[in-house]
């Protein structure tokens, strides 16, 4: 399996409206000890909080950049890429992934607004 490739979809599919609204793909996306330190500054704590947020989500169109992987372990990904944002502007995004059982589930996810110059 292309890792790079399977992960990159994976992140796709999380910036999705589609997927962001359908809880069982949510369910299977993310590990039951997710945890997110938002752009805007807000912490998500939990899977659930997550999941319940996303459902008053106004959606805005997403697309990625600079998409790299380092492995931190056998099982362990670190992702770090650029979000833009249609009408909120570009973040610096990083995600772990972990497999288990053979399924990659993120388990932290943070987006750092980029500094205007």
């Not at 039951?32 to 959606?59: M, N, T």
């Not at 650029?82 to 990659?104: F, K, N, Y």
Request: proline share 1%.
């Amino acid at each position: 399996m292309d890792l790079h490739a399977h992960l990159f979809g994976l992140e796709q599919a999380l910036q999705q409206s589609a997927t962001r609204s359908d809880t069982r793909q949510l369910e299977r996306l993310l590990a039951d000890d997710f945890v997110e330190f938002g752009a805007s500054g807000h912490v998500w704590g939990s899977k659930a909080e997550v999941i319940v947020g996303l459902q008053d989500e106004v959606f805005s169109a997403r697309s990625m950049t600079e998409f790299v992987v380092k492995m931190l372990s056998e099982h362990v990904a670190l992702v770090t890429y650029r979000c833009h944002r249609s009408g909120v502007g570009t973040s610096l995004r990083s995600s772990v992934w972990r497999a288990e059982e053979g399924q990659w589930q993120m388990v932290f996810h943070q987006g750092t607004p980029l500094a205007v110059d």
